[in-house]
Structures are given as structure tokens and as C-alpha cells.
């Protein structure tokens, strides 16, 4: 893997087995795997022998990180640049192993525990796609980051009318959600089980990765929800229902064999859905709503942000800037000017202990990103200084001359917003109280404020 190789690009990803057999990675020659697999092995076994309650968590050089997630019988390595901060690469390998129980469940350690040298890449058959679509997602869009999802705005009638043609189905579900393009419209569940956000992020991540699902009126496909049961499968009835706004709609059972009473509530649900409503989701749609211009806000000094509303599990973005409607987080920070002076000011929480001043990580000036780095991934460091802490910072300012970025964090609300070179604290701050009056004001229609129920 050449320097050039890995570069801006992002983590790089391996998953072995305890035996040091390859299972999966995103680079590398398919030659040059066992031998790489066998060494990551050998690390992990080596800082085990110095005590049973010892893991390895990461090793540093040559410029790369190695941040190693060990979930039996699986191990999870990612390789990224020394200057991510650990927590994001912890982050990605734990979604990276959610998305593998999201094909196998959780049972297929039983495979292991029968043959320790098993060829898992048999029962993984051709989803690696999945694999590759949830990192990638994880570089560009904000949900990984933020544990949560985004929403299509709506006006609150409209989302209403969604959610009631979902709670007229009957067909004993678990749970029934419509989407688009990865943005939730509307979730119905039963009281006893809630649909997590992780979920939800996994359920996403299939929709934007199979075409297949696409191309079929109807597809029936077994998954499993960590958050619901990690060692089960639920079948899911997938279908797109109104190909003008690519609406799909997705109903959940722990039945294998409800195929046709799921293809009859589909057929409920397009009946019972109104032409009105129809028009409605495709005007938010067309006008790509899920994105703020930040420009319409007159909010001065603030250029992005990224708020997540902690209370409904859902996050609201400005639209990235250069994105022309791609993959937002992809999108670079724009910068004008240098220093060699950073500096960084924090809060802790309300009910945290210490004072105010500089940060005291020696990363703190760098967190702010350099020159040409995807936006994304300035927040991404951002977030994890924030909550380096326990319990988390409640402010945390970094400017360096280039750029400033501000992070806030209150019981409602976390919010990440960017900033010209030259805006203070005082500045930062005063837009990001803004933008929160702005967001609690509009928040009916940028959220789903909470799933629906059947009762």
C-alpha cells in the first residue's frame, strides 16, 4: 500500500478472522492479504499475552494509524493517516462490523467455533458491496459520524399524512418506514421495539447500494438489526412506489413466509397515498430540501454547519459547498491564509468539572484542518476532541488562521458550524446561538420529531 495509495483518501479497511485468515479489505493485492492479515493477527495476539484483559487498540508510524476493534471471532483493522484522531477509525470499524452481522447475524461464530480456519468470504458471497458503500458513506455523509439520520423537510401535515396511510397497515409488523435516497419521510414501529438509528443507518445503506432493489417492483430480503436482535433475521419487503420522487417504502416481519401479506399492504399504502401528498414530497425532492443554503439564513459570519437534534435521533446539514448534488462530505473546506499559531479554546460541560482556557491536546491546532481536507472530516475531528471528555465539552472553539470551526454541545443539541479565517469566538458563538433559534423554530418540518406507533 504506497503512501500515494492512502494519501486524503480515507480509512482503509480489513477484516480477518482470530486465526489471521483475510475476509475482506479495501486495498491490496488479493497475494499480498494472508500475509498482512497474519501480521495484524500476530500484533493482537502479542498485546494479549501480556494479560487476559489487554487489546490493542492502535499502533502509529510511518505517518498511518492502525486502530484495531477486536468482536470475536473477528478482527477489524483500519488504516488511516496519523492526524485522524483514533475514535473516528473506532467508529467506522464498529459500523464495518454491524453491516456484517446486518448479512450474517451474529450466529455465524458457530461457524468458527466448529473450524477456526473457516473461509467466511463463502457466506458473504458478493455483499462486500454493502461493506464498501457503508465506508465510503461514512466519508461523505454525516450519519456514521453523528449516530443518526437525515430527514426529508416536510410541512408537518404532510409528514402526518405519511405516517397515518403507514399506521392503517395491518399486517402484524415490526416496523414500516418510507425513505428517499437516504433520507427518512416517515417511520411507524411497534411500542415495544423501537428502530434504533444504527439500524436505520444500516437499513439506508442497502437502499443506496443495491441496484438491484432498484430495478425490481418488489424484493424480499432477509436481514438482521443489531439493535433489535444480532443473532436473528427479520425479512424486509422492499419496493419503490413512486419512481418520480424514488420514494421506497420498506415493510419489516420476523416472518419468513409473509411475502404476499406484505405485497397487499404495499398495495394499501399506494392506494391510500394522496396525489396532493405525492406532489408534496416531489417538490421537496426536486428543490433538495434535506440541504440548507446557509445563505438564506442571515446568519453573518457562519459558511456551514451540521446540527443534530439529540432528543429525535435526526441531524440537519447545510448544503456542502462545491457537492453539485454528489456525495456532500466530499466537498473542501475553502481556505485563505496560514499560521503557525493555532489556538484552541474549551468549555466543559454543565455538569463537568474544570475551567475555561486553552485546550490541552496536543492536537488541537490541527484539528482544525488543513488546506484543501474534505469538510467532513474537520468535523469529524472536531466531534471527537469535543467528546474526549466524560462527560463531553460543551463549547470547544479552534481557530488557526485559516479557518475557524466551533462545537456545541447541549442537552437538546450538538452542533458543528465553519467559519472565516478571521471570526472570533464571540462571533462564532453569537451565530451558532443563531442558528439554533432558527432550527428550533423550523424543527417541525426539518425532523421527524419522533416515530409513530401501532396501537
Same mark, same amino acid.
Given at each position: 500500500m504506497a503512501p500515494a495509495e492512502h494519501g486524503r483518501s480515507g480509512a482503509h479497511v480489513f477484516v480477518l478472522s482470530n486465526a489471521g485468515k483475510p475476509i475482506f479489505?479495501?486495498?491490496?493485492? %488479493?497475494? $499480498? !492479504?494472508?500475509? !498482512?492479515?497474519?501480521?495484524?493477527?500476530?500484533?493482537?495476539?502479542?498485546?494479549?499475552?501480556?494479560?487476559?484483559? &489487554?487489546?490493542?487498540?492502535?499502533?502509529?508510524?510511518?505517518?498511518? *494509524?492502525?486502530?484495531?476493534?477486536?468482536? %470475536? #471471532?473477528?478482527? =477489524?483493522?483500519?488504516?488511516? $493517516?496519523?492526524?485522524?484522531?483514533?475514535? +473516528?477509525a473506532a467508529r467506522l470499524l464498529h459500523y464495518v462490523h454491524l453491516q456484517i452481522l446486518f448479512v450474517l447475524t451474529a450466529s455465524f461464530d458457530k461457524v468458527f467455533r466448529a473450524d477456526a480456519s473457516y473461509d467466511l468470504r463463502s457466506l458473504l458471497g458478493g455483499t462486500d458491496k454493502g461493506l464498501r458503500s457503508l465506508i465510503c458513506a461514512a466519508?461523505?455523509?454525516? &450519519?456514521? =459520524?453523528?449516530?443518526?439520520?437525515? +430527514?426529508?423537510?416536510? #410541512?408537518?401535515?404532510? *409528514?402526518?399524512?405519511?405516517?397515518?396511510?403507514?399506521?392503517?397497515? /395491518?399486517? @402484524?409488523?415490526?416496523?414500516?418506514?418510507?425513505?428517499? *435516497?437516504?433520507?427518512?419521510?416517515?417511520?411507524?414501529?411497534?411500542?415495544?421495539?423501537?428502530?434504533?438509528?444504527?439500524?436505520?443507518? !444500516?437499513? @439506508?445503506?442497502?437502499?443506496?447500494?443495491?441496484?438491484?432493489l432498484r430495478a425490481a417492483d418488489e424484493s424480499w430480503v432477509p436481514v438482521c438489526l443489531p439493535g433489535l436482535d444480532s443473532r436473528a433475521f427479520v425479512h424486509a419487503h422492499v419496493s419503490f412506489v413512486d419512481p418520480a420522487s424514488d420514494l421506497c417504502l420498506v415493510l419489516i416481519t420476523p416472518r419468513a413466509d409473509d411475502f404476499e401479506r406484505l405485497a397487499a399492504a404495499r398495495q394499501q399504502v399506494m392506494q391510500r397515498l394522496s396525489p396532493a401528498t405525492r406532489d408534496a414530497l416531489r417538490q421537496a425532492v426536486e428543490a433538495n430540501l434535506a440541504e440548507v443554503d446557509v445563505g438564506t439564513l442571515g446568519i453573518p459570519a457562519l459558511s456551514h454547519f451540521v446540527c443534530l437534534d439529540r432528543v429525535a435521533?435526526?441531524?440537519? +446539514?447545510?448544503?456542502?459547498?462545491?457537492?453539485?448534488?454528489?456525495?456532500?462530505?466530499?466537498?473542501? =473546506?475553502?481556505?485563505?491564509?496560514?499560521? &503557525?499559531? #493555532?489556538?484552541?479554546?474549551?468549555?466543559?460541560?454543565? @455538569?463537568?468539572?474544570? /475551567?475555561?482556557?486553552?485546550?490541552?491536546?496536543? &492536537?488541537?491546532?490541527?484539528?482544525?484542518?488543513?488546506?484543501?481536507? #474534505?469538510?467532513?472530516?474537520?468535523?469529524? *475531528?472536531?466531534?471527537a476532541e469535543l467528546h474526549a471528555t466524560s462527560p463531553p465539552l460543551s463549547l470547544l472553539f479552534v481557530a488557526d488562521g485559516r479557518h475557524a470551526l466551533l462545537g456545541l454541545v447541549t442537552d437538546e443539541y450538538e452542533l458543528y458550524t465553519a467559519h472565516g479565517p478571521l471570526c472570533t469566538k464571540a462571533e462564532a458563538s453569537a451565530a451558532a446561538q443563531a442558528l439554533l433559534r432558527w432550527v428550533q423554530r423550523q424543527r417541525s418540518t426539518l425532523v421527524l420529531e419522533k416515530h409513530l406507533n401501532w396501537a
Open positions: 479489505s479495501t486495498a491490496g493485492a %488479493e497475494a $499480498d !492479504l494472508s500475509s !498482512l492479515s497474519a501480521v495484524m493477527q500476530a500484533l493482537v495476539s502479542f498485546v494479549r499475552g501480556k494479560g487476559d484483559s &489487554d487489546e490493542l487498540q492502535w499502533v502509529e508510524g510511518g505517518g498511518r *494509524r492502525f486502530v484495531f476493534e477486536v468482536r %470475536e #471471532p473477528l478482527y =477489524l483493522v483500519a488504516v488511516t $493517516d496519523s492526524r485522524e484522531h483514533p475514535a +473516528c466519508r461523505t455523509r454525516p &450519519d456514521v =459520524l453523528l449516530e443518526a439520520v437525515a +430527514c426529508v423537510p416536510l #410541512p408537518p401535515g404532510t *409528514r402526518a399524512e405519511f405516517g397515518r396511510v403507514l399506521q392503517l397497515v /395491518e399486517a @402484524n409488523l415490526l416496523f414500516a418506514l418510507l425513505t428517499v *435516497r437516504g433520507k427518512v419521510v416517515s417511520v411507524v414501529e411497534t411500542c415495544r421495539r423501537p428502530l434504533g438509528a444504527s439500524d436505520l443507518i !444500516l437499513l @439506508n445503506n442497502l437502499l443506496l447500494s443495491s441496484q438491484s435521533g435526526v441531524y440537519v +446539514c447545510a448544503r456542502f459547498p462545491g457537492s453539485g448534488g454528489a456525495a456532500p462530505g466530499g466537498a473542501v =473546506l475553502a481556505t485563505t491564509g496560514s499560521s &503557525d499559531a #493555532p489556538g484552541a479554546t474549551a468549555e466543559p460541560a454543565p @455538569n463537568g468539572s474544570g /475551567e475555561s482556557g486553552e485546550s490541552g491536546n496536543a &492536537d488541537s491546532g490541527d484539528s482544525a484542518g488543513e488546506a484543501g481536507e #474534505p469538510l467532513l472530516e474537520v468535523y469529524q *475531528r472536531l466531534h
